[in-house]
């Protein structure tokens, strides 16, 4: 009887060891990247799609933001655990007060430009009436407008291009992967001279990375180590099979009722890629470069944009 009752109770405990397993299992990762559905976060759609995340044992869910909700919101109120933000925009949160871990730097190379609309250099525009989006991201483009004494008018939109089109105003803000090709593909001609190209004139400061808050890195840094790692093998997937990576970006754009095409996504898919080549290297290092994040925190820090400076080690696991 004795030993039957140890057997029935060894058998309890084996069976609710396991369902405490399969329940710390089944705690999923809630990722949410930036923006809308695009070939921007190819990888990650990747990753999960080709059940990278699942051989790493990380159960991921991408929920993308919405127009009254952005990533950084469901950061804060818990919602979500993980997020991509661009160098600035992480250095920005970080001076203000909430410690920010870089689990994974996809981008190497500054993708940011000003395009203007009337036939002239947007730098010689004092004054101009400059597009920039509502969510945030400029605030590169605030900086070294402020450096060099431009005084725009910034006009906020949901979109860039919109105003862009009507002629709202003098320049837009774009990313030379999205909003540049979505004004080229509404008919626009722009020469090289109407383009500002940040990273063409010493601006050639990293953009997107994959961030978790440091309390939730302290609290789950097993979990999102393995997110990290299947995040990169993501990409590096999405860069030898660009064709099957497009195929599964679009599912994800037609599931989000995203207004694009397939045109754009290729060229966004294949100037992201290009982006994530280390400009001195020309590998994929997938790492924050010290040097950019010092010129960065110091621009910001020089124009008011933050208060305190932001080095690699605030931003580092």
């Not at 400009?279 to 960065?296: C, H, K, N, T």
Request: net charge negative; aromatic share 10%.
């Amino acid at each position: 009887m004795t030993r039957h009752l140890f057997l029935c109770a060894f058998a309890l405990l084996v069976s609710v060891s396991l369902s405490a397993q399969k329940q710390k299992k089944a705690d999923p990762l809630v990722f949410t990247p930036q923006w809308t559905a695009q070939a921007q976060f190819a990888g990650y759609y990747v990753a999960k799609e080709k059940g990278f995340y699942d051989e790493e044992g990380v159960d991921v869910v991408i929920v993308h933001p919405n127009a009254t909700q952005s990533s950084i919101d469901r950061i804060n109120s818990n919602r979500s655990h993980a997020t991509t933000l661009q160098l600035t925009q992480a250095i920005q949160i970080v001076a203000e007060g909430i410690p920010l871990v870089n689990l994974l730097q996809t981008s190497m190379n500054n993708a940011l430009v000003i395009v203007s609309r009337r036939e002239k250099n947007p730098m010689e525009q004092k004054g101009a009436k400059v597009a920039v989006w509502q969510a945030g991201f400029s605030q590169l483009a605030e900086a070294v407008v402020k450096e060099l004494d431009l005084d725009y008018q910034w006009i906020p939109a949901a979109s860039s291009v919109s105003l862009f089109v009507a002629g709202a105003v003098d320049a837009s803000v774009a990313m030379s992967y999205n909003e540049y090709y979505q004004i080229l593909q509404a008919g626009f001609s722009v020469t090289e001279e109407c383009v500002y190209r940040f990273a063409d004139h010493g601006y050639n400061i990293q953009e997107d990375g994959l961030y978790v808050t440091r309390e939730y890195y302290r609290e789950h840094k097993d979990q999102a180590d393995k997110f990290a790692r299947a995040s990169r093998r993501g990409w590096e997937y999405a860069a030898l099979h660009p064709e099957e990576a497009l195929d599964i970006v679009m599912d994800y754009v037609n599931r989000n009722h995203i207004a694009t095409n397939r045109i754009i996504q290729e060229l966004m898919l294949q100037e992201i890629l290009k982006l994530q080549l280390d400009p001195d290297s020309g590998e994929r290092a997938f790492m924050l470069r010290p040097d950019m994040v010092q010129q960065a925190s110091g621009l910001m820090l020089g124009c008011g944009i933050i208060q305190n400076p932001v080095t690699i080690n605030d931003l580092s696991r």
